[in-house]
Nanobody, 115 residues
Framework: QVQLVESGGGLVHPGGSLRLSCTAS????????MGWYRQTPGNQREFVAQ??????TYANSVKGRFTISRDYDKNTVTLQMNHLQPEDTAIYYC??????????WGQGTQVTVSS
């Protein structure tokens, strides 16, 4: 079993920044994707960003504003979110894929962007 512990969510004004962090309870190799998804009530969970090996992938909606990174020694993935907009308001979930059919999720951390 893999546990993912998230932190860094909160309330921020439009244009502000937040940094989310997720730490896995076991070692996650660079072969295994780690990333972030987000979800709002009534909608499907959507992809935000992911890192596998040295490849970084972003949703078009966050490209240029968010930056994902991994610390392989600490089994941590971080999402730096800049220029936040109300549309970014959601619960953000950390994700790790051991295989296509075997993946794990964090409990989620709330991000609210409001004036």
């Amino acid at each position: 079993q893999v546990q993912l512990v998230e932190s860094g969510g909160g309330l921020v004004h439009p244009g502000g920044s937040l940094r989310l962090s997720c730490t896995a309870s076991i070692n996650i190799g660079s072969r295994n994707p780690m990333g972030w998804y987000r979800q709002t009530p009534g909608n499907q969970r959507e992809f935000v960003a992911q890192v596998k090996f040295g490849s970084l992938t972003y949703a078009n909606s966050v490209k240029g504003r968010f930056t994902i990174s991994r610390d392989y020694d600490k089994n941590t993935v971080t999402l730096q979110m800049n220029h936040l907009q109300p549309e970014d308001t959601a619960i953000y979930y950390c994700n790790v894929q051991i295989s296509t059919s075997n993946q794990y999720w964090g409990q989620g951390t709330q991000v609210t962007v409001s004036s």
